[in-house]
């Protein structure tokens, strides 16, 4: 599966982005999905993860409460909301799809066990 960030940009804090993940090759259903981020300097890590199903999502506490993850699987598509952004959210954010045997309804929040990464969007968020 191939993968494809979009969305990112510059905003003020306590803006509002969406990013966008496009998958091609492969139906999306067949992953947990994933969001992770890069800062400068900083090791890459994890933002959200939703299931196979779209039921069963996971934040870093960082996040929470002003991200929100979704993906439409028959449109190979998945995407999170993010509010009320801070500076801290500046970083190259990434998508990612894990290939492990889950049921539906399971994830992971570990950069290792996913496999397939698109090219990072940047977000920056000034103060």
């Known amino acids: 599966v191939q993968l494809q960030a979009s969305g990112g940009g510059l905003v003020q804090a306590g803006g509002s982005l969406t990013l966008f993940c496009a998958a091609s090759?492969?139906?999306?259903?067949?992953?947990?999905m994933g969001w992770f981020r890069q800062a400068p300097g900083k090791e890459r890590e994890f933002v959200a993860a939703?299931?196979?199903?779209?039921?069963?999502?996971d934040y870093a506490e960082s996040v929470k409460g002003r991200f929100t993850i979704a993906r439409v699987n028959d449109k190979n598509t998945m995407s999170p909301q993010m509010n009320n952004l801070k500076p801290d959210d500046t970083a190259v954010y990434y998508c990612?799809?894990?290939?492990?045997?889950?049921?539906?309804?399971?994830?992971?929040?570990?950069?290792?066990?996913?496999?397939?990464w698109g090219r990072g969007t940047q977000v920056t968020v000034s103060s």
């Open positions: 990612a799809a894990d290939s492990s045997y889950y049921s539906a309804f399971e994830y992971s929040t570990q950069v290792r066990d996913y496999d397939y």
């Open positions: 090759g492969r139906s999306i259903y067949a992953y947990a």
């Open positions: 939703i299931s196979r199903s779209g039921g069963d999502t």
